[in-house]
């Protein structure tokens, strides 16, 4: 079974993470062919709309950890960058439709949807401080502009997670429904979006995002090359191996570089 199934439906391409045993937790292998699909999707013209989600009971857990151990992200090469790169520059309408936790890149990849429609059971957080990372995907920018500033301070400084009614009262989320509820309600909208004419849709969300994308754009590009940096330093080797250990991080004998 594939770790990333994508599909082609009447003007709808559809990618859902579907790795269950490891709660969809992403590769840099799984990165790479959402990245080619994504890329594929804008020259083709079959394609007007599309889709990212998970199961019923999870988005995505994130990074796997062991895997991220393995392939690093560096300045040359690192899928998961190059995936939120193609997510931000996507012309076309993205939905996202959320189930249970979506942990880091799972939350910061949907400041870049057009549309997050969310079950009940769906949690938000980006844990990158408990990590000793910093955040990612421009969210450093966008998440004090869409959420307000003293929200975003509480979900990246703190790292903890918020329910989907508190995302949806923070402007994270399009619409909360029952878990039963929302495949249904989010086809129907889908269905509705490849229905209008394509060049309005990729024009209307070039509009809409173009005072914003270059301030997006070097966002990335400094989180990138900070997050590369951290991942050396001494805070993130031992969160990163306490996750690996089920153990707590110990970060007394740290010091900050401010």
């Not at 059971?121 to 910093?134: D, K, Q």
């Not at 959420?147 to 009614?165: D, K, T």
Request: proline share 6%.
């Amino acid at each position: 079974m594939s770790e990333i199934t994508i599909g082609i439906d009447d003007g709808v391409l559809t990618i859902i993470f579907n790795r269950p045993a490891y709660k969809n937790a992403l590769t840099a292998e799984m990165y790479r062919i959402v990245t080619k699909a994504i890329n594929a999707a804008v020259e083709d013209p079959d394609v007007r709309v599309c889709v990212l989600r998970g199961n019923d009971s999870v988005f995505t857990a994130g990074n796997d950890i062991r895997d991220f151990l393995t392939h690093p992200p560096t300045a040359d090469d690192g899928p998961a960058f190059a995936f939120l790169r193609a997510l931000a520059e996507f012309p076309k309408p993205m939905v996202a439709q959320v189930c249970g936790p979506a942990v880091g890149v799972g939350t910061t990849l949907l400041f870049h949807c057009d549309f997050v429609y969310a079950a009940d059971n769906a949690t938000f957080s980006m844990p990158f401080v408990n990590l000793g990372l910093c955040p990612e995907a421009g969210s450093s920018l966008l998440g004090p502009l869409m959420l307000g500033y003293l929200r975003a301070a509480e979900m990246l400084l703190l790292g903890e997670a918020i329910s989907a009614a508190d995302a949806r009262a923070h402007g994270l989320v399009t619409r909360v429904l029952p878990v039963a509820e929302l495949s249904p309600y989010a086809e129907n909208q889908v269905r509705k979006l490849a229905e209008k004419p394509l060049s309005s849709l990729v024009e209307t969300k070039r509009l809409m995002k173009a005072g914003q994308r270059l301030a997006v754009a070097r966002q990335m590009a400094e989180e990138e090359a900070a997050f590369i940096w951290m991942l050396s330093e001494p805070a993130a080797r031992e969160a990163l191996g306490a996750f690996l250990e089920k153990r707590r991080p110990d970060f007394r004998c740290q010091s900050s570089n401010a």
